[in-house]
Nanobody, 116 residues
Framework: QVQLVESGGGLVEPGGSLRLSCVAS????????MGWYRQAPGKQRALVAS???????NYSDSVKGRFTISRDNAKNTVYLQMNSLKPGNTAVYYC??????????WGQGTQVTVSS
């Protein structure tokens, strides 16, 4: 089993920045990919960014150039640095982990609100 715990959400003004953190514990050696998803009210959960074991990253088109995903293996932590935030980025952000054998893990989510 893998446990994921997010932190770092909050209220920020448009144009501001936030950094989300996701700490993994448990059978983390099984994880080959981790990522961040978000879900806005009335919308489906959607991928924001992901990073796999070789360090390769993937971003949704809407956040390219503004968001950066990174990881610190020594701390079992994945980060999402979010810059130039817009009101449309308001959502609950979820940490995601994919393991082998195939299994998906989710954190409890952290609210990000972009508003003046």
């Amino acid at each position: 089993q893998v446990q994921l715990v997010e932190s770092g959400g909050g209220l920020v003004e448009p144009g501001g920045s936030l950094r989300l953190s996701c700490v993994a514990s448990g059978s983390i050696f099984r994880l080959y990919a981790m990522g961040w998803y978000r879900q806005a009210p009335g919308k489906q959960r959607a991928l924001v960014a992901s990073i796999i074991s070789d360090g390769s990253t993937n971003y949704s088109d809407s956040v390219k150039g503004r968001f950066t995903i990174s990881r610190d293996n020594a701390k079992n932590t994945v980060y999402l640095q979010m810059n130039s935030l817009k009101p449309g980025n308001t959502a609950v952000y979820y940490c995601n982990g994919e393991s082998l054998p195939p299994k998906t893990y989710w954190g409890q989510g952290t609210q990000v609100t972009v508003s003046s």
